[in-house]
Structure formats: structure tokens, C-alpha cells
Nanobody, 124 residues
């Protein structure tokens, strides 16, 4: 069973940056496609970014394209989400998730394991 733990959230002013980390244990990160999702109060969980199992292909939600970057360090078994030029609308709990897919995927049902999330709050 893969275990995911997010960290790096916090309070930041609009225009600032944060880097989220997701530590993976239980299985080797390199065997999984990975993704980041977020959920704001009163809203459904939404896709943010994902990276494939092989080749490092990435996909982003339109709302974060050009501002966020997903990456993985398989040697450290860690997934990252670099978030730049943050906006108040980015405020949410951010979750990392793993998938057994070998291609990049982006819907919640494609991901079988989830972390507990880390809060990101962007003030205006």
C-alpha cells in the first residue's frame, strides 16, 4: 500500500510562491503516474497537474498553466508542485495522488491512493 504525505503549504500573499512536496513510501515512486488536486471550501475536488510514470509527460489545468510546475525526484521518492504567481483563487487544500496508469491521467477516478492534503492560503 502506497503512503503519501504532503507538506509545504502555508499562507502567502498574492504574487508569491510556494513549493509543495509529497513524500511517497510503501512503493517506489518511479512505478506510478502522479498528480496534484485541490479542493476549496464548498467546491468539488479539481485537477491541478499530473506527471506520467514513464517519460515525464505533464499536463496542467488551464487555471494554473504557466504558473505551476509538477516534477518528481524518483531517487528521493518525492513529488513536487512549484506554485508561482499565486492568486487568492488558488486557496485550497492540495492533495497528491498516485495512479497505476503508465500514461499521464487527470481524473480523480484514475488515482487509487491519496494523501491527507496540505492547506494553501493566498491573501489578496
Amino acid at each position: 500500500q502506497v503512503h503519501l504525505v504532503e507538506s509545504g503549504g502555508g499562507l502567502v500573499q498574492a504574487g508569491g510562491s510556494l513549493r509543495l512536496s509529497c513524500a511517497v513510501s510503501g512503493r517506489t515512486l518511479s512505478n506510478y503516474a502522479m498528480g496534484w488536486f485541490r479542493q476549496a471550501p464548498g467546491k468539488e475536488r479539481e485537477f491541478v497537474a499530473a506527471i506520467s510514470y514513464i517519460g515525464g509527460s505533464t499536463v496542467y489545468a488551464d487555471s494554473v498553466k504557466g504558473r505551476f510546475g509538477i516534477s518528481r525526484d524518483d531517487a528521493k521518492n518525492t513529488l513536487y508542485l512549484q506554485m508561482n504567481n499565486l492568486k487568492p483563487d488558488d486557496t485550497a487544500v492540495y492533495y497528491c495522488a498516485s495512479s497505476t496508469s503508465i500514461v499521464v491521467v487527470s481524473t480523480p477516478s484514475d488515482f487509487g491512493s491519496w494523501g491527507r492534503g496540505t492547506q494553501v492560503t493566498v491573501s489578496s
